[in-house]
C-alpha cells in the first residue's frame, strides 16, 4: 500500500484548527539531462520567443495558478510569496471576475443542452458556500491574499461578522436555478453550532433565498476532510431522490469523491487549499 | 434522465472520423440583473482595476484557457478565433513549456513523498502519447493552434511521419519512472494497424526507451470515447496486479474513469478537446 508523508488537514480550512501541525512539503528539484532535445519545436520556440514579454514572476504565478486549478498542485498551506503581487492583480484587477462570468456562462449553456428529466421536481444542484456563493476577498486581501498561513481564529471572527459579499456571476446562477425549479442544495464546511447563524443570515442579506437546504458541518463530521464529508452529504441526498446534475465549488474537494453530480464547475481560487 | 443534446466524438482525435458529425454549441447569453451587488468587494475592485492592464483578448483567452484546463469547458472543437494570437504566444512564447516544466516538477515531489509498497516491481504510471510524451504542436501550427477544425487525414500523413519530437519536461519524467524501477505504460488513442509502426518508431527515436508496454487502440474499440477506452486498459492493467500510481495526460478524457490511479496530472492543452 501507498501511504502519503504528511497528511493534509482533517478538515474544511473554514473549521480546521490543526494548522501548525501540517508539514511542511519538501521541494525536490531534479535536474535532467536530456538526451534528445525535440529539433524543430526548439527552432520554433526560439524564434517566439520573445524575453520579457511575460515579466518572470508573473510567468510563474501563470503556471502556479494552472497547476492549482488543474488539480496538480495538492496540499499547499500557503501562496508562494513571490506571487504576492500576482494573486493581488488577478483577484482585484479583474481577471477573477471574468474568469467566474465564463464559467458562469458555461453552466448556463450545459443547463440549456440538456433535456430534464420527466420527475424535474427532483433535479438538484450543489453548490458551495465560501467564495463560491459569497467571497472571503475582504478577508483574505488581510492575510495577503493567501501568502500568510491560514488562521482559524481571524477566520471565525471575520464569518461570525456575516459580512461576505455574494460573488455576483454565482449568484445570478443561483437565481436562474431557482427560477427554473432546481433544487439548490448550499453544502458547507463550516461548523453548524458556531457559524451557522451568522451564516444563514448573511446568505440572506446577500440574496441567496430559495434554497431547499443549507447544510453545515455538524459534531459528527468533525476531523473529516472536505471531500469525504461532502461526498457522505450528497449520497444522503441522492438516497432521498434527488439527481445531482450539478454541483459548483472553489476547490476540488467540493467537486470530487462520490455521488459527484452529472457535472462539476471549478470555480478558480488561487489563496488557499482545503483538502 | 438527462440526456445531453448532441453528444461528442464516439473516439479519439488522432482516430475520429467523423468531425462534420459533430454538432456546434450553442452559446447561449444571459444577462443578469443582480438585485445585491457586493458592497465592500465593489468598492476594492473599482480601486484595483487598471484598465486595459490585460488587453481584453488576452484576458478572454486566460478564461477560456482556465475553464479548459479546469475541465468546465467540454466538446468544443475549434479554439475560438480570437484566441488565435494569444494560443499561438502561450504555445510558442515559453509559458507552456513552464507550465509543463512546473507539472514535471509537481510529479517528482509526489514520487518522492510516497513511500513505495513492498511489492514495489508492479508500480505503475500511466502515459498518454500525444502531446504528453511527443508534440504535435509543429502540426497545429499549420492548423492555425487548433482554430481550424480537426483535420483527420491531415493527422494520419503527419503522424506517419513518426517525426513529433519529445516534449522535454515529460521524456525527463519518463526516464526518472524507468530509471526507478516504475512500469510504465504508454495508452494512446491512436490506431495501432494504420499508425502503430509509425509511433513505435518515433517513440524510440525520441529517446521513449525502456517502458513495460505501448497500448494501441485496436480495432474492438473504434467508435468508443478516450476515457471508456482508456478506463478499460487500465482496468486490465489492474487486473494484471500492478497499481496505478500515476497518470498523465494532455486531456481530462486521460485522466478520469475508472481506476484512474492515486494520482492524476494534467498537462496543459489549448489546442484541442479529445472526448
Known sequence: MWRERGS???GERG???????????????????????????????????RGGMIPEGASYFLSWRLAVEANNARGWRTVPSQCLSHVEAYMLGGQYDRDLDLIADQ?????????????????????????????NLVYYRGKR???DPFDPAGFKAWALKGGCPAIPA?????????????KVFLITGRDQETLGQATTDNLR??????????????????????????????????????????????Q???????????????LPNPMYFVP
Open 15 to 49: 473549521s480546521c484548527d490543526d494548522d501548525d501541525e501540517r508539514k511542511s512539503t519538501t521541494t525536490i528539484t531534479i535536474f535532467f539531462l536530456f538526451k534528445f532535445p525535440p529539433k524543430e519545436t526548439g527552432v520554433i520556440i526560439k524564434a517566439y520567443t
Open 170 to 182: 454565482v449568484l445570478g446562477l443561483f437565481k436562474y436555478l431557482v427560477r427554473n425549479g432546481f
Open 8 to 10: 493534509g488537514c482533517g
Open 107 to 135: 453552466i448556463l449553456s450545459y443547463i440549456n443542452e440538456i433535456v430534464p428529466s420527466d420527475d424535474g421536481a427532483m433535479d438538484a444542484w450543489i453548490l458551495d458556500v465560501d467564495d463560491t456563493c459569497i467571497s
Open 205 to 250: 442579506n446577500q440574496g441567496f433565498i430559495g434554497y431547499e437546504r443549507l447544510i453545515f458541518k455538524t459534531a459528527g463530521f468533525k476531523g473529516q476532510r472536505a471531500s469525504a464529508y461532502k461526498s457522505e452529504i450528497r449520497r444522503r441526498v441522492e438516497k432521498e431522490g434527488y439527481r445531482i446534475v450539478g454541483n459548483v465549488g472553489d
Open 145 to 147: 491574499f493567501g501568502c
Open 252 to 266: 476540488w474537494s467540493d467537486l470530487q469523491g462520490e455521488c459527484s453530480g452529472r457535472r462539476a464547475f471549478k
